[in-house]
């Protein structure tokens, strides 16, 4: 009997023993296997290399700290080429669409951005998911508040982030006037007028397509949209009115919206007129609060943005492709540290809403609700 027990606290001993040091190794498998994956850049994959990407992301990923230009991916063989030569990129981080998944099996890329024409939008976000990256998307964030949500679910399936390219958030000018109102350093705010727009006179472009997601407010009329919410510090609860226009019908065809106002209102009573168009040039943001007045003139371009209130001037100078920059470097730690997204798909699918909201009620000539 005594044998019998000897021998079984044996065996337990051994197992024990045994146990432990599988434990032992499996932890240091497994902070070996965590060490590996750790990243001091995330790796990212531009997808569609128009003009923003050409002439903006790319160049503000030579600046970036915290991420790099991995790849590409492109439907032209000479663009390829050209990128190659001259951001140095390896022939295996090279992808066009139609071996789009493959991409997948790459460990240099994280993150895929998608600078596509907003009807694509959907499409690549969740293709770039179920490749198992995270996605960051330009704006618009698509045509659809509906693709919008299969969009963010796609990427909440993957646990994969998902980052929508307004770069303003990121922004120092935008960030003190949205202080000022968040703390009602000026009182509440009363009212808000505010417009966004250039002359763009392109005639092919796919800004000028209505199947590609063309149209001004969803281009430059997201920024407008943006200064009203960001600029009250609240979201509106119904476009009051709405009209579309063109003096260009021959480029803006079949509804196409060269220019649109709108009227918001938001709690409280108060109202905010927005104005955007592709046919003038128009740049500010002016915020009615009890104490004073906050201007913003430009208050969405890429570099020279210039402000002031009651409380000083608001004025931060850098150089473009700075913001870009700053908005890729601050995605970039979101994902390396785990912490969520400064501008999540919610934050998009926010603003197409409203987009739809306002060709509703531009269409009805009626008041429409949120």
């Known amino acids: 009997m005594a044998d019998t027990i000897q021998s079984i606290s044996r065996r337990n001993v051994l197992k024990t023993l045994a146990l432990g040091g599988a434990s032992l190794l499996y932890s240091s498998n497994s902070l070996l296997a965590a060490t590996r994956q750790k990243k001091d850049k995330i790796g990212v994959a531009l997808v569609g290399l128009g003009y923003y990407s050409t002439d903006l992301l790319a160049p503000a990923l030579q600046q970036t700290k915290h991420c790099y230009l991995a ?3 492109t439907g032209t063989p000479s663009k390829a080429e050209d990128w190659k030569k001259k951001y140095n990129i390896p022939e295996k981080n090279i992808y066009n669409y139609n ?3 493959s991409i997948a099996n790459n460990p240099d890329i994280d993150v895929i951005y998608v600078v596509l024409p907003p009807s694509m939008h959907k499409e690549y976000t969740i293709r770039a998911a179920n490749a198992g990256k995270h996605v960051w998307c330009e704006k618009p964030m698509a045509m659809t508040p509906q693709e919008c949500q299969e969009m963010i679910d ?4 993957n646990k994969k982030s998902l980052a929508i390219g307004y770069r303003l958030h990121h922004e120092p000018h935008t960030q003190e006037y949205r202080r000022i109102v968040n703390n009602k350093l000026l009182g509440k705010v009363q009212k808000l007028n505010c417009a966004a727009g250039y002359r763009d006179n392109r005639t092919d472009h796919w800004k000028q397509k209505k199947e590609m997601g063309g149209g001004v407010l969803y281009d430059m009329g997201v920024y407008s949209i943006q200064g009203a919410r960001l600029g009250t510090g609240m979201e509106p609860i119904a ?3 709405a009209k579309t226009s063109t003096t260009r019908p021959e480029i803006y065809k079949n509804g196409l919206d060269e220019t649109t106002e709108a009227t918001l209102e938001f ?3 108060v109202i905010a007129t927005i104005k955007t168009s ?3 040039n128009i740049n500010f943001l002016d915020i009615t609060c009890e104490k004073g007045l906050i201007q913003m003139a430009p208050y969405s371009g890429y570099s020279g943005l210039n402000g ?5 001037k608001i004025n931060f100078p850098y150089n473009t492709p700075w913001q870009q920059a700053k908005q890729m470097d601050d995605d970039a730690l979101s994902i390396m540290n785990g912490k969520p997204m400064l501008v999540p798909g919610e934050e998009g699918l926010r603003d197409i809403r409203i987009v739809r909201a306002i060709y509703e009620s531009a269409g009805s000539g009626k008041k429409v609700n949120l």
């Not at 796609?154 to 399936?157: L, V």
């Not at 002031?308 to 000083?312: H, Q, R, T, W």
């Open 71 to 73: 790849g590409i991916v």
């Open 99 to 101: 071996n789009f998944e």
């Open 154 to 157: 796609a990427c909440k399936k």
């Open 267 to 269: 709690p409280g009573g």
């Open 239 to 241: 476009i009051v009115s």
């Open 308 to 312: 002031s209130s009651p409380l000083g």
């Open 278 to 280: 592709f046919g003038e």
